[in-house]
Each structure stands twice: as C-alpha cells, then as structure tokens.
C-alpha cells in the first residue's frame, strides 16, 4: 500500500474506533462502518464496475439465462405471484421477448451478469457492443427499500442521464427501438405485505449507453436504482436530526459521537479535494462507499454496510 494512502487509511481506523455505526432508519441491526481502501496498484482502476465484480455483486453468466428470466418476469413474479399466468403478464412477456431478440440480433459480444446480493431472488441486466463500438445495457428497474435523508448523509447527486447525441447514427436508430419497446412494456405496479407493512414496487425496464463497458454498466447500474453516485459533503449537517436518531437516552455519548462524526467531516475535507459516494441499493441491502483519491490514484475512506429490518 502506498505510504499516504497507508496514513489516511490508518487516520481513518483510529476515528472510527469510536464511531462504529450510523442509525440508518428501519436498519435496527446494521450500519456498521469500516475503513476502505482501493489500492490502484494491486486492483486495477476504481470505478462502480470493477467494484461490483470484486465483491461479487456482478457475476457474469450465459445471455440466455438473464433474457429467460426476462420473459417469464421472474423478478415481477417475485413481488406478486397472483400475476403468474395472467393474461397482462402473458401479454408483456411476448413484448421483452421482442426486446431479447432485438438485443441479440444487433448487439456484438453480449454478455450477462446476474446481481447477486438481493434478498431472495438474483435478476441480471445484459451488456452488448454496437457495430460502431458504442455500448448498450438493458436491465429492470430495483427495489430498494431504504431512504437516506439529507440530513443524516449531506450529499448532490449526480446525474444518471447519457448523451445520446454523442453516439452514432446506428446507434441512436438501435435506442430507438429499445426505448420503443420498453415504453410498450410499461410500468407495472406490484407488492405484498411484509409483516406489517406493504411492500410496492413499480416495475420497469430501463437502458443506457455509453462509449465504454464500465460507463455503460455504470449508467445501468443507476438508471436500475441500484447505484447512487453523489458528492459527499457531510454528515449529519443538522444537529437536532442527529439528537433525534442518534443515542438519544444518553447525552453524554451522543455529544461525543456528534464530535466524532464531526472530525471525520473536517478530516475528509482537509484530506481531499472532493469526496464521492457510492451508494449501491440490492433490495434491503444497503452498501455505501464514502471516498476520495489519493495523489497516486489509489481511493480510500469508509464502507457503510447494512440491512432494512423493519421493527414496528
């Protein structure tokens, strides 16, 4: 490991020392936090993508078994069996068939990954190659359960949108087609009850584009709502929302959190001239990656693991 990423991260342990986890609403067992690093030298270049594969959330599979999943709406199936077999899903099945095979037939090196770290059931997106050499991705839209405030993790988020004027004529004309489809397949609401709450889900496929493979997964992965991508500014920019939700039957210790969570602000601040988060979503599973980059490329600061658990 690098030397001055060896000392942040070293700062970085010895602050959370004191500062183990955030209460992330509804997370009542969860939001634990560790120090993170990436070191460029031994893993490659940081970017959503190659994370994903390193903590196997992405992992590749055969074409075939993601766009059978599509067609028999397996993910949809999940929220809502009552829909198997109904003639609305019969109906909309045909039409992502049609999406498949428009994939397959102008798409070069197509590949498919299944996401892996959802509850109960895996759903996949798929990547291929344009003959121009720009990249397209299909994927439904994700359930994700968890709301982080503003004024728990102060942060602007960045826009998912592509350029689609930036591509090439056949490229644009294949979107086109995409977006037709997928516009005729809809939004379809489903849910169930979940102990003592309803669970609602609005179903939908979503695509991107891109001049790269890891752009393209990228743009995928946050048009799906798996991803979040923002610049971080703080935590807990208000006090009293922290006094509310933090400790709250001992004074004592909720100051000296306060003024933990206020040096690591000031640490990242001070340490780097602009810190990311990284906010992957897998249904109830919340992944957040709080980080800036070093002088030679290597990216570290702190991971944010946690699990919806709802507690009425």
């Known amino acids: ?37 990436w070191d460029k030298s031994k893993q490659g270049e940081f970017n959503p993508f190659n994370l994903s594969l390193s903590k196997r959330w992405l992992k590749q599979t055969d ?57 109960e059931y895996n759903f996949g997106l798929v990547i291929g190659q344009t003959i121009d050499g720009e990249w397209i991705s299909v994927c439904p839209s994700v359930y994700r359960e968890t709301h982080i405030s503003q004024k728990q993790i102060y942060r602007t988020q960045q826009s998912q949108d592509f350029n689609l004027e930036q591509m090439s004529q056949n490229t644009k004309i294949l979107i086109q087609s ?83 969570y206020t040096q690591i602000n000031q640490f990242f601040n001070q340490t780097f001239s602009g810190v990311m988060m990284y906010r992957f979503s897998f249904e109830v599973f919340e992944n957040i990656y709080i980080i800036g980059e070093t002088k030679n490329g290597d990216r570290t600061g702190i991971y944010i693991k946690s699990e919806f658990i709802y507690n009425p």
């Open 1 to 37: 490991m690098n030397k001055e990423t060896k000392k942040i991260f070293g700062t970085l342990e010895v602050l959370l020392e004191y500062c183990p986890c955030i209460n992330i609403p509804g997370h009542e067992d969860g939001g634990y936090i560790y120090p993170f690093v």
């Open 63 to 119: 074409d075939d078994v993601i766009l059978k999943n599509w067609q028999e709406m397996q993910y949809v199936i999940y929220f809502d069996k009552s829909y198997s077999c109904t003639e609305e899903q019969i109906q909309k099945s045909n039409i992502i068939t049609a999406l498949s095979q428009l994939l397959k037939n102008n798409l070069r090196k197509l590949e498919a990954f299944n996401v892996t770290n959802s509850y």
């Open 178 to 260: 995409i977006e037709a489809i997928t516009s005729e397949i809809g939004t379809i609401n489903v849910g169930y009850e979940g102990g003592d709450y309803y669970i609602n889900y609005d179903y939908h496929m979503v695509y991107a584009v891109n001049k790269t493979r890891e752009s393209v997964i990228e743009k995928i992965l946050q048009s799906s709502r798996m991803l979040e991508i923002s610049k971080f500014h703080s935590f807990y920019p208000d006090k009293q929302y922290f006094q509310q939700w933090e400790f709250v039957d001992e004074p004592d210790k909720q100051e000296l959190m306060y003024q933990i």
